[in-house]
């Protein structure tokens, strides 16, 4: 019998505390799992080809990559008239590269929006979330509108 009062034991998780990330403290070393930096993940500040190291190098105008350096504007563009149920042409999305711009999803979900990365059916970039900016992707068949401000 399990003395776990539980039905089933819970995965074993290094000790994490808010703020950690791996590589930081509660993981065993910079490139978590293995020691120094041979891993799935990438130590932060130290990029990579995907989640969770960030996303992959992009340059910006004057040459910049990486999240805006400040707050999105603090108030939503008005819904155009214009905007129908349409599928979202990443070639039309393209033309709001490294600029403020303002999603609304098909579920109605809405929020300010930085692309950095266009590809065939995806857009990514960093979504501002809670008062910072998360690195954030997102399959354009669910996006219902944009503007780019």
Same mark, same amino acid.
């Given at each position: 019998?399990n003395?776990?009062p539980?039905?089933? %034991?819970?995965? #074993?998780?290094?000790p994490f $505390?808010p &703020?950690?990330s791996?590589? +930081?403290?509660?993981? @065993?070393g910079p490139?978590?799992p293995g020691p120094g930096? %041979?891993?799935f #993940?990438?130590?932060?500040? $130290?990029? &990579?080809q995907?989640f969770p +190291?960030g996303?992959? @190098?992009?340059?910006g105008?004057g ?5 805006p350096?400040g707050?999105?504007?603090?108030t ?5 008239a214009?905007?129908?149920?349409y599928?979202?042409?990443?070639g ?5 590269m490294y600029?403020?711009t303002?999603?609304?999803?098909n579920?109605g979900?809405?929020?300010?929006f930085?692309?950095t990365y266009v ?15 998360i690195?954030?992707g997102?399959d ?5 509108s944009?503007q780019?401000?």
């Amino acid at each position: 019998m399990n003395s776990y009062p539980y039905r089933f %034991s819970p995965p #074993f998780f290094p000790p994490f $505390q808010p &703020g950690d990330s791996p590589g +930081g403290p509660g993981y @065993p070393g910079p490139g978590f799992p293995g020691p120094g930096g %041979s891993g799935f #993940f990438p130590a932060p500040g $130290q990029g &990579g080809q995907g989640f969770p +190291g960030g996303p992959p @190098p992009q340059e910006g105008p004057g040459g910049s990559a990486g999240p805006p350096s400040g707050p999105p504007p603090a108030t939503a563009p008005q819904l155009s008239a214009q905007a129908g149920v349409y599928a979202v042409d990443p070639g039309a999305i393209s033309g709001c590269m490294y600029r403020y711009t303002y999603m609304r999803l098909n579920s109605g979900e809405q929020f300010w929006f930085y692309p950095t990365y266009v590809g065939r059916q995806s857009v990514a970039g960093y979504r501002w979330v809670f008062f910072r900016w998360i690195y954030f992707g997102i399959d354009t068949n669910r996006i219902a509108s944009f503007q780019c401000v």
